[in-house]
């Protein structure tokens, strides 16, 4: 009997018989090809290991965090996807290959009709996905659920969630609640009233990506929340009213910029825009501050997300222990909104476009 | 020499100061140099010390720098598939033609390349014909330097990739005025944007350095500041091996190429980013420096683990393994505290010999992810700090750069058709030993040339030159150190410097082609001696026809005797003497003027003063190396 190897950097087929002793205590079996898999992976396995006598935990009580939100372990169990899927390179041991050897920075996909039409589809994918997670937020809902959620509706679809095992992280979706800046990781906390909690949504589906995000109220917002939402969701409205052949990457950043600091918000430096299609993330990169040196001009057939990453304090961002969460420095609100786009003949074509049905939306500020 | 204004000077340190660069202003000041243009100059006395790293004077992170990689263009050169020295002239239009809207406006706006009367500051090759006529027979001739067609080529290229990307995207994609030829148009307006393209291009190659082998070329603001000498006292440094796919500092992308990958198809590495043979080392490095991001992944999978025991006494094991490292690496960082306080209570000034530059993130950035200029060498205070472009020859450094130094010591005069016409006019006498020459003799006398030079070098590489020490204008250093330098013993063209000025390079390699010809590399020096290839040819023609018989039976053992020193003395034989008289006289013959005595600007038509100047410096040095050759080859 064979099983596949727990270790997330494997992924190998094994009839090793190895298991893992905790997670037997958890009626689970998790199998591993050798010691070897089991003590290379432990740290990225044992996030799915409870503790006796608590519901959740904080698996890094010594660390020092920038504010009050604090991750809930244990992590659910790696989500299976079915055998007909067609999953993406990284998805058995978390290496992106095809990224890794793609050539150089300054080669800009530009794709062709054919693609472009599998572009959109799994760009509207990823919009109704997106939708359906949306639409269970309200107090009490955990992230692991919202995490449930997108990973059965994009199954649902024969696609697969882009964010599992991508360099190993472990689940289907990135779920970001107040000071989390992005790659926040689904977990047990519930959404409380008056967060904030922003959903990025990747999908695979025959050979390529889709990704999008938004950001959502939970409950009643706080004032100083409806402005670094809104003022980032217009942010990249602005953004993306500038695209069209011609217009170079770099200057996306300051129009962001202006419009943030115009609002007494700051633009988040350390993650940025990226071409998408075959792969997940490929060139061009697009920075979203100011006076940035993005290289790399927009044509027709180019296909780009913007997703700027907007702070109600400083810019600063730090990472949690666990290498993924992204936190502003100072503990204060930061909310992100992303689309992805097509340069057209003469302008753009939005690939995943609200819809009169979706949740969320624009909230006026009083 | 730098044609920078003092005002644009300081504006680009104000730049860099704004892109989180480091130009050291507590040591440094700028001002008009005696030379010219603008310097450098040290505002205090700044000694080496043997225990100390040589001072960091500007430091740039690579990815401020302007290359055709980072430029807004950068894609459409790939597409175009345009690279190195005319990548970066055309990535350099576009920026200069959106002014303030490129990020590197504040340096860009440094760079002249039309003078105060309006003209464009033009190369050689670009000079009016009667100016061109008046370097006739001259090295800058003999060299190539008065063709314009490269040039040409070069523009026509760049006109094609604007025009092509124009059309492509409707005319969204705009076209710079330099680059936009329509057709009908006046002959002289072409004319007026192909010599602006010209005076681009120099004013560029004159800056540019080569970075790595990701950015290639590069304008690197602040570096070119630094005037020229033949012994300078800072060097530019750059980091060669970077990832080629975006320009990453190892281990700081996860790019793989293709090539690795390959080779190493099980390896589970994440970050196994860059190329070649550098790989193995990288990874070494990568596991001391970057253990925080790989530490899950980097266990070499070929090392089976075989713990006896029970799994949950596996786990406790491998808990307090975890423990024992982090406890290491909170150990080493307060390590590094301790010695960081340790040197500031001592009184050193980290900040001089590896000042802190941080990333747009407020992020340091690591010293192999920028380029430096560091001291080579003491300098007192007032005294202007020189960079080298290299060894180069007036004709190179007109060419590229657009100045002379008077009586250049990397001057030489090549005799290669010299050498030709004796073989064609003395054909009796000579043909059997130039037969020799072209069949074997210059291939035997190269490679042996070669294999000393590389001996030579590995003693160099012992001796380690790099403390300044043959240039620091303590007048008798030359011998001190045991190592050979040429003539004047100065080490300015060390290996470091090659990652300089690029454009030598490039020479090198086109002068690459054409050396298998029997006649090349056949120079007279500034001493107005023969070099080692020239004097062994001039030694085998002395050979009677008997001897060259004998001669050519033992081949190559007698390389040696062929090169052995001693031209001047034991004093030359009367055959050698007359041999080197026609070679010389046949020399002097090519140049149309060799004597400007009798020539007064008002002679001339359509030929500007300064550029006389020129000519009549690097004519007039030749002249007299090959008047000085020829007066010592006649004294007995």
């Not at chain 1, 040196?293 to 961002?317: C, L, Q, R």
């Not at chain 2, 472009?389 to 030489?412: A, C, M, P, R, W």
């Not at chain 2, 003497?577 to 400007?596: A, G, H, N």
Request: proline share 4%.
């Amino acid at each position: 009997m064979s099983h596949i190897c727990s270790a997330p950097d494997c992924g190998k087929e094994t009839t090793s018989v190895l298991k893992c002793p905790l997670c037997l205590k958890q009626n689970v079996e998790s199998f591993f090809c050798n010691q070897t898999c089991f003590k290379r992976s432990w740290g990225l396995h044992k996030v799915h290991h409870s503790k006796e006598g608590v519901d959740s935990y904080d698996p890094s009580p010594n660390f020092t965090y920038s504010g009050s939100l604090r991750p809930a372990y244990p992590l659910s169990y790696t989500r299976e996807i079915p055998a007909h899927i067609t999953k993406p390179d990284y998805a058995a041991n978390g290496v992106p290959v095809s990224e890794q050897v793609s050539d150089r920075t300054s080669k800009i996909p530009v794709n062709d009709a054919d693609e472009i039409a599998k572009i959109k589809l799994v760009a509207q994918y990823g919009r109704e996905i997106l939708d359906a997670a949306a639409a269970i937020i309200k107090p009490g809902v955990t992230t692991d659920e919202i995490d449930e959620v997108v990973h059965n509706e994009t199954v649902k679809r024969n696609a697969y969630p882009s964010p599992l095992n991508y360099y190993n992280f472990p689940k289907s979706v990135c779920t970001s609640i107040n000071e989390v800046i992005c790659h926040g990781i689904p977990d047990k906390r519930p959404l409380k009233d008056g967060d904030i909690v922003n959903l990025d949504i990747s999908v695979f589906h025959e050979g390529f990506h889709a990704d999008l995000n938004e950001t959502y109220y939970v409950g009643t917002p706080s004032k100083e929340a409806i402005n670094v939402v809104e003022t980032a969701r217009e942010c990249l409205d602005l953004a993306i009213a500038a695209c069209k052949p011609g217009v170079a990457f770099r200057s996306l950043g300051d129009i962001i910029e202006k419009h943030a600091k115009a609002n007494g918000c700051s633009v988040v430096r350390s993650f940025v825009g990226h071409g998408i299609g075959k792969l997940f993330h490929c060139a061009p990169q697009i920075a979203h501050y100011a006076r940035n040196k993005s290289p790399g001009i927009m044509k027709p057939g180019m296909v780009f997300t913007i997703e700027p990453m907007i702070n109600a304090g400083a810019y600063k961002d730090i990472i949690w222990p666990d290498n993924w969460t992204a936190v502003t420095a100072d503990g204060k609100l930061s909310a992100q909104f992303e689309h992805e786009l097509l340069i057209t003949e003469d302008g753009y074509e939005l690939l995943t476009a609200r819809k009169e049905t979706s949740p969320g939306g624009a909230v006026a500020r009083k | 020499m730098s044609v920078t204004s003092l005002q644009d000077a300081q504006d680009v340190i104000g730049w860099i100061k704004s892109n989180n660069g480091h130009f050291n202003t507590d040591l440094l000041e700028i001002r008009p140099s005696p030379l010219g243009g603008i310097g450098v100059f040290a505002k205090q006395d700044i000694q080496l010390t043997e225990d100390m790293p040589p001072p960091v004077l500007l430091r740039l992170h690579k990815d401020s720098l302007l290359s055709s990689q980072k430029s807004c263009v950068a894609n459409l050169l790939y597409e175009s598939q345009i690279t190195g020295a005319l990548a970066l002239v055309i990535a350099f239009i576009y920026e200069l033609e959106l002014k303030e809207l490129s990020p590197w406006w504040g340096f860009i706006k440094s760079i002249k390349y039309i003078d105060d009367k309006g003209h464009p500051i033009l190369p050689p090759s670009a000079w009016s014909k009667n100016e061109k006529d008046l370097f006739q027979g001259s090295e800058i001739e003999m060299q190539g330097y008065l063709s314009v067609s490269e040039l040409l080529e070069s523009y026509e290229k760049a006109c094609l990739f604007a025009v092509r990307h124009s059309l492509e995207s409707k005319g969204m994609i705009s076209t710079p005025d330099i680059l936009a030829i329509q057709t009908p148009q006046d002959e002289d307006i072409v004319d007026g944007k192909f010599q602006q393209f010209i005076a681009i291009s120099h004013a560029l190659a004159s800056r540019n350095f080569e970075i790595d082998a990701f950015h290639e070329v590069a304008l690197v603001p602040g570096a070119d500041l630094f005037n020229h000498t033949n012994e300078p006292s800072v060097r530019f440094e750059s980091v060669y091996e970077v990832c080629e796919a975006c320009g990453a500092f190892e281990g700081g992308c996860e790019h793989v190429m293709i090539s690795d990958y390959e080779d190493d198809e099980d390896n589970s590495c994440q970050d196994a980013c860059c190329g070649g043979e550098e790989h193995e080392q990288e990874h070494e490095q990568e596991s001391e420096d970057d253990d925080d991001e790989n530490m899950d992944i980097e266990e070499d999978e070929e090392e089976l683990i075989h713990f006896e025991g029970t799994m949950e006494e596996f786990i406790t094991h491998i808990e307090q393994e975890i423990q024992e490292e982090i406890e290491e690496n909170r150990m080493e960082d307060l390590e590094e505290e301790a010695s960081l306080e340790a040197a500031k209570k001592s009184g050193i000034n980290i900040e001089l010999y590896s000042p802190e530059i941080k990333d747009i993130d407020g992020k340091i950035i690591h010293p192999n992810a920028c380029v430096d200029i560091t001291l080579t060498r003491s300098v007192s205070k007032g005294e202007e700090i020189f960079n080298t472009y290299g060894e180069l020859s007036n004709v190179v450094l007109l060419n590229k750069y657009g100045f002379v130094i008077e009586q250049n010591e990397f001057d030489t005069v090549s005799l290669g058709d010299a050498f030709g016409k004796l073989r064609r006019f003395r054909k009796g006498l000579f043909r059997a030993h130039f037969k020799w020459w072209e069949e074997r003799g210059y291939d035997l006398v190269k490679r042996y040339l070669q294999e000393i030079a590389s001996d030579e070098e590995e003693e160099d590489e012992e001796n380690d030159c790099n403390d300044g020490c043959c240039s620091d204008g303590d007048e008798d250093s030359d011998n001190r150190h045991g190592h050979d330098h040429q003539e004047d013993g100065c080490c300015g063209g060390d290996e470091p410097h090659s990652h300089g000025h690029d454009g030598e390079q490039e020479q090198d390699e086109d002068e690459e082609d054409e050396e298998n010809s029997w006649d090349s590399n056949l120079d007279l020096l500034s001493t107005s001696e023969p070099n080692a290839i020239c004097l062994a040819l001039l030694r085998l023609l002395t050979l009677h026809k008997v001897q060259l018989i004998q001669f050519v039976k033992r081949g190559e053992e007698l390389i040696p005797w062929l090169l052995k020193p001693g031209f001047k003395n034991p004093a030359m034989s009367r055959r050698m003497q007359r041999i080197w008289r026609d070679v010389l006289s046949f020399r002097l013959q090519e140049y149309e003027y060799c004597d400007f005595k009798d020539v007064s600007i008002e002679d001339l038509e359509d030929v500007r003063d300064d550029r006389l100047q020129f000519i009549k410096s690097i004519v007039g040095h030749e002249y007299k190396i090959l008047e000085r050759a020829l007066d010592r080859a006649s004294i007995m």
